[in-house]
């Protein structure tokens, strides 16, 4: 069954703390991306990687970082320096990250900063 | 900076009654256009896309969307809404020629549709 895991579907955090959200897709797609879903904000790209060990910053990457070791595995670290870290992220991935590529999209991590 | 405008923020239908959501972009060269659907507790999935052609496109669960170039719009369309259309709606843009194949998504678009 192909497609995009992320887990956990629920995190809770202390303030201070970093913490990593997991991407995992097995459908071959070289593209992936995070973004983030606020109430009334639509989606906002955090970061995006096209290639194995290669990625860029998106719109909001200030507080955030990632890696992109493996080509099915994308995690996103939320750190300390995310003001205000409590949201919807959701990962997706594309087959090639061209302008005619389709994004899909993985069920979502809600994290909530206690 | 390019932006994409998704003016009704929340919409209440009752069922059979027909839909129109309207979505512009800023942006004067190429672009591909996306309907995605996010249904309470499920993935955002795709709806329908425009690349080329036909700008009447049609999509799953019978939407359909309208390219219309001197507008700047895409808006979805359904001719008869159903109880379970209740979902949140995002309209989304690729423009060619950036830096990156950057998806640029509206606010959103809550619809109830009530039985």
């Known amino acids: 069954d192909g497609g995009i895991t992320q887990s956990p579907k629920y995190l809770f955090r202390k303030e201070g703390q970093n913490v990593t959200l997991s991407c995992e897709q097995n459908?071959?797609?070289?593209?992936m991306y995070w973004y983030r879903q606020d109430p009334g904000q639509g989606l906002r790209l955090i970061y995006y990687?096209?290639?194995?060990?290669?990625?860029q910053k998106g719109d909001i990457a200030e507080g955030y970082s990632v890696s992109r070791e493996k080509k099915e595995s994308f995690p996103l670290t939320v750190t300390s320096a995310q003001k205000n870290p409590t949201a919807f992220y959701l990962c997706?991935?594309?087959?090639?990250?061209?302008?005619?590529?389709?994004?899909?999209f993985g069920p979502g991590t809600r994290l909530t900063v206690l | 900076a390019q932006s994409v405008s998704q003016h009704n923020h929340h919409v209440i239908l009752s069922e059979a009654a027909s839909l129109e959501l309207g979505c512009n972009y800023s942006?004067?060269?190429?672009?591909?256009l996306f309907w995605y659907v996010q249904y309470p507790g499920q993935h955002l999935q795709l709806l329908l896309k425009?690349?080329?052609?036909?700008?009447l496109v049609k999509g799953i669960k019978g939407f359909e969307a309208e390219f219309i170039k001197s507008k700047f719009s895409f808006n979805l369309r359904k001719p008869s809404v159903q109880w379970s259309d209740t979902a949140e709606y995002f309209c989304?843009?690729?423009?060619?020629?950036?830096?990156?194949?950057?998806?640029?998504f509206g606010t959103g678009t809550l619809l109830a549709v009530q039985p």
């Open positions: 989304a843009v690729i423009i060619y020629g950036g830096a990156t194949n950057k998806l640029i």
């Open positions: 459908l071959n797609h070289d593209a």
């Open positions: 942006y004067g060269g190429t672009v591909n």
């Open positions: 425009y690349f080329s052609g036909d700008p």
């Open positions: 997706a991935s594309s087959a090639s990250g061209g302008y005619t590529d389709t994004q899909y």
């Open positions: 990687s096209q290639i194995v060990n290669d990625f």
